[in-house]
Nanobody, 114 residues
Framework: QVQLTESGGGLVQPGGSLRLSCSAS????????MGWYRQAPGKQRELVAR???????HYVDSVKGRFTISRDIAKNTVALQMNSLKPEDTAVYYC????????WGQGTQVTVSS
């Protein structure tokens, strides 16, 4: 079992920044893939960014150049630095970990609004 706890969401103005953090209850060394999905009201959940056990990263086109995913294996955390935020980034952001099974955090709300 992997328990994931997110933090760092909130309300920010367009153009602002937020940093999401996901803390795992187990060592993340060797976990196949970790990252972030988001779900806006009335929309399907979409993959925002992921990082593999080898350190490869992937981003959805809409956040490339603005978001950066990183991990700290020693602290068992994965972070998502979000810059130049737009209103369309408003969503609940979920951390996930894939290791045989998919594990999910409880979600954290990100609202981009003036």
């Amino acid at each position: 079992q992997v328990q994931l706890t997110e933090s760092g969401g909130g309300l920010v103005q367009p153009g602002g920044s937020l940093r999401l953090s996901c803390s795992a209850s187990v060592s993340i060394f060797g976990i196949w893939s970790m990252g972030w999905y988001r779900q806006a009201p009335g929309k399907q959940r979409e993959l925002v960014a992921r990082i593999t056990s080898g350190g490869d990263t992937h981003y959805v086109d809409s956040v490339k150049g603005r978001f950066t995913i990183s991990r700290d294996i020693a602290k068992n955390t994965v972070a998502l630095q979000m810059n130049s935020l737009k209103p369309e980034d408003t969503a609940v952001y979920y951390c996930y970990a894939l290791q045989v099974h998919n594990y999910w955090g409880q979600g954290t709300q990100v609202t981009v609004s003036s």
